[in-house]
């Protein structure tokens, strides 16, 4: 399956590559050895290499997805840090940062059921996708997600260096079910994922995670004044 957002540049890929395939075949003394290894390579080659990069496979979510907080995208935790968020969750959080390879799948999804309470474009630069000052510096959307329970959970689709497209598809007021598809960001890039630092990581730095499947945190209940007193 392909990303709807792809499915454009495949076909305009084939037809370059078809083009590109043809001029090759038609100039006078191209060496027969260059034709064998350059024709198949641009006849279907380029449109399959985007096709791959625009693939969009089904996932199947684990059980009691709507208690539980998914990785967003496809790719390795580089950072899990705590930091001060004063946009959303207003107060110490974490961060978990996934890098995305140009070879991950790019369509990203919604990490928690709730609703859709905030929503922001802010452009920047393009720094890699790695670099920790990605997450604050460079191109980004975010959107913050009221769980079911109340809490607040704020996720960034980071445009790398070779990323200059963001697309999101979430406003304010949708209801989001954890694993739903929800955009993509184009070539290398990064998605961080941010939540209080009372509800448990179930992640560390190294590991490779799947969008909608691999738990990274556990949505904990508000807990009252009365019940921390107890």
């Known amino acids: 399956m392909i990303a709807r957002e792809g499915v454009a540049l495949v076909a305009i890929a084939f037809v370059i ?7 090759i075949l038609l100039i006078p003394g191209v060496p027969r050895w260059f034709e ?16 791959y ?20 995208a496809d790719g ?21 940062s996934i890098f995305l390879s140009v070879l991950d799948v790019h369509v990203n999804r919604v990490p928690v059921s709730g609703i859709v309470r905030y929503v922001a474009y802010r452009p920047g630069k393009f720094r890699v996708a790695w670099h920790p000052k990605a997450s604050t510096s460079n191109e980004q959307s975010q959107i913050g997600i009221e769980h079911l329970s109340g809490r607040r959970i704020l996720f960034k ?14 406003s304010e007021g949708d209801k989001t079910k954890a694993g739903e598809r929800f955009g993509l960001i184009r070539f290398g890039s990064r998605m961080d ?13 190294g590991d490779r995670v799947r969008a909608g499947v691999t ?12 019940a921390e007193m107890e």
């Open 215 to 226: 738990i990274i945190g556990i949505v904990q209940p508000i807990q009252s004044e009365s």
């Open 157 to 170: 689709q980071i445009a790398g260096s070779l990323a200059r497209r963001i697309i999101c598809r979430l």
């Open 36 to 51: 064998f290894i350059f024709v198949p390579l641009f006849l279907p080659g380029l449109g399959l290499m985007v096709a």
């Open 53 to 72: 990069f625009f693939r969009d496979p089904e996932r199947t979510g684990p059980p009691d997805s709507d208690t539980l907080i998914l990785a967003p």
């Open 76 to 96: 390795k935790i580089v950072e899990i840090i705590q930091e001060e968020e004063p946009w959303f969750i207003g107060g110490v959080a974490w961060r978990i």
């Open 193 to 205: 994922i941010i939540f209080p630092v009372d509800m448990p990581v179930e992640a560390k730095v």
């Open 17 to 23: 590559g078809l083009i590109v395939a043809g001029l």
